[in-house]
């Protein structure tokens, strides 16, 4: 209650749009100015907090009901409720403060605020709340707390360490086990990394944390962590919708009724799944998300890109929920107008796939069916290099911490099992009992499950997916149209089949004019540095996650002097979905 008795504005609105356009000035700081005046109005008595937050509810409602919205507190979305009482807020402060206390005191409370924020510079005092503080502050300080050095650091790793955490439940992961390993592993540096990638509002969804604190995790460099590796692991080039994004995109297209189809029985919610995708494929994105998504095609130039999901419960430390939404790939080779339709193409279908009902029944046998699931998308680079008409990595794969697929009793399960194919790494090429792909055992790469040259060959992976840049899409083509002799990688993925054996391909020497290739990544087998690659990624992820893991990757042969050397590429990094 204010000192005259009202609750509402005291007097002319122009005091408070004054006030308004003052701190139209300091978009990044008005957050934080607005609260100092908050505090001020509460000191001297011109209002209490607890009737203030009363007032801003009653406007909000109010507003409601002038934008259309009969049953106002059923009709809104949480985060979109939320939303309108924080500009609510803003607007009964300025009103208040400019028709009790006017822009004198405004001025001041500027010039306060910018002398902390210059003082900040030079201060390793905390000397705001983190929890309710604007990004630019957090990062700030948080780069001032680790560019201190380490030995001087301890007194002040707490205020660091509570920075970190609210940044990363902002923009990464609400999960207590997720946020209790990323505090030690990532950097604010790495955060703001992050933010600066992020496309509209919230976070970045399981599958890109996922991804993020693997590819960190094997930059240690720590000989506490193991063998360095930091130099032969890497990370795609990727950017990231923020999980708000498909509420927006929700509301602005009507497609409210789909929300509750999760509660729907089987039959029904497959039945609605053609209808759910064709309204998703019609929808339409605001113009800010799109004018980003241009500039995100613009940096790309024109390099083949993979939409990928990244729901909140993707990768999940508690459940392994993933594969059950859609990727899109992208080959980027058209108009820039064509480009930006495919993306947006993709966007909407990795959206649609949240109402997948395989999706839905996994989420039921988990009993994560109430979980408000919301569906940021990773946008990637697609590793590889260029074949010809094609583009595609030479390899891609799954390793496993633990061995669960063991064919011979020498095998250990704690070693961990490799799976590589050629080309893209798409599912076609993962399930199935693993046909089309080679199994490596990582504590005897050269064990087979095949007995036999005829089953090594009926085994042998003999379609391969990749981008055709001259098509402009994703396909399917059989093997044989990329082991060649003209494939400078023949030796290293490929064996000459001579009928009752298989032999080695030599580098660098003429092949039989009607030789025969056959995929065996045997040469591969063999390399005692591949394999240790491979088993250090994977080990130490075990460790750091203290439960069995599983990555994606794509690996890059770099066929230098005097031996051959590999970059291993993290695609997604996942607790172990066992599949004995």
């Not at 030690?184 to 933010?195: E, H, M, P, R």
């Not at 966007?347 to 940021?376: C, G, Q, W």
Request: with cysteine.
């Amino acid at each position: 209650m204010s000192k005259t008795g009202q609750t509402g504005p005291l007097r002319s609105v122009t005091p408070a749009i004054d006030i308004y356009i003052r701190l139209a000035q300091y978009p990044i700081l008005s957050h934080t100015i607005r609260h100092r005046m908050r505090e001020e109005m509460f000191r001297r008595g011109i209002i209490n907090a607890n009737d203030f937050e009363h007032a801003v509810r009653e406007a909000a409602i109010r507003s409601q009901f002038h934008e259309g919205l009969g049953d106002s507190l059923g009709m809104e979305e949480e985060h979109i409720w939320q939303r309108r009482k924080a500009r609510i807020r803003d607007t009964l402060t300025d009103s208040y403060f400019a028709n009790n206390l006017g822009i004198a005191l405004l001025n001041q409370l500027i010039n306060e605020v910018l002398h902390d924020r210059s003082d900040m510079d030079l201060s390793t005092d905390l000397t705001f709340n983190p929890e309710v503080s604007p990004w630019d502050l957090l990062f700030r300080q948080g780069i001032i707390y680790e560019e201190i050095p380490e030995p001087e650091r301890e007194p002040h790793q707490h205020h660091l360490q509570e920075i970190k955490v609210v940044l990363i439940r902002r923009i990464i992961s609400d999960q207590l086990p997720f946020i209790g390993l990323a505090r030690n592993i990532l950097s604010v540096a790495d955060l703001q990394l992050i933010y600066q990638r992020l496309i509209g509002t919230g976070k970045i969804g399981g599958k890109a944390a996922g991804m993020i604190l693997a590819w960190k995790i094997l930059q240690q460099q720590d000989p506490e962590f193991g063998p360095d590796i930091s130099q032969s692991v890497d990370m795609p080039d990727s950017y990231f919708l923020g999980s708000e994004v498909i509420y927006e995109f929700i509301l602005t297209n009507r497609l409210e009724d789909f929300v509750n189809q999760k509660y729907q029985p089987l039959a029904e919610m497959e039945a609605a799944y053609p209808a759910i995708i064709s309204g998703f494929c019609h929808g339409e994105f605001s113009e800010s998300i799109v004018e980003h998504l241009r500039e995100y095609l613009a940096r790309a130039d024109h390099s083949p890109l993979i939409v990928r999901s990244s729901s909140l419960l993707e990768d999940n430390f508690s459940y392994p929920f993933s594969g059950r939404y859609e990727s899109y790939f992208c080959a980027n080779q058209g108009t820039e107008a064509e480009n930006l339709a495919d993306l947006l193409v993709g966007i909407r279908r990795v959206f649609a796939s949240i109402f997948n009902p395989a999706a839905m029944t996994d989420r039921r046998e988990h009993k994560l069916i109430d979980y408000d699931e919301r569906m940021a998308v990773l946008l990637q680079k697609i590793e590889g290099e260029v074949h010809g008409r094609y583009h595609l990595p030479t390899i891609s794969g799954v390793a496993y911490s633990q061995n669960f697929a063991r064919w011979a009793p020498q095998i250990r399960r704690q070693d961990g099992l490799l799976q590589l194919v050629l080309g893209l790494g798409t599912k076609t090429r993962k399930v199935d009992n693993f046909k089309g792909a080679r199994l490596i055992p990582l504590s005897h790469p050269q064990f087979r499950p095949e007995k036999t040259i005829e089953q090594i060959r009926q085994n042998a992976q003999n379609q391969v997916d990749l981008i055709d840049l001259e098509n402009n899409t994703k396909t399917t083509v059989p093997v044989s149209e990329i082991l060649t002799d003209t494939f400078a990688l023949l030796p290293y993925v490929a064996s000459l089949d001579m009928g009752d054996h298989l032999a080695a391909i030599e580098p660098n020497k003429p092949l039989p004019p009607d030789a025969r290739f056959i995929l065996t990544f045997d040469y591969l087998t063999k390399d005692a540095k591949f394999i240790k690659l491979v088993r250090t990624a994977v080990k130490r992820l075990e460790r750091l996650y203290k439960a069995p893991v599983e990555i994606e990757f794509s690996i890059k042969i770099i066929p230098e002097s005097p031996s051959l050397d590999y970059k291993l590429t993290v695609l997604q990094c996942r607790r172990l979905r066992t599949i004995e």
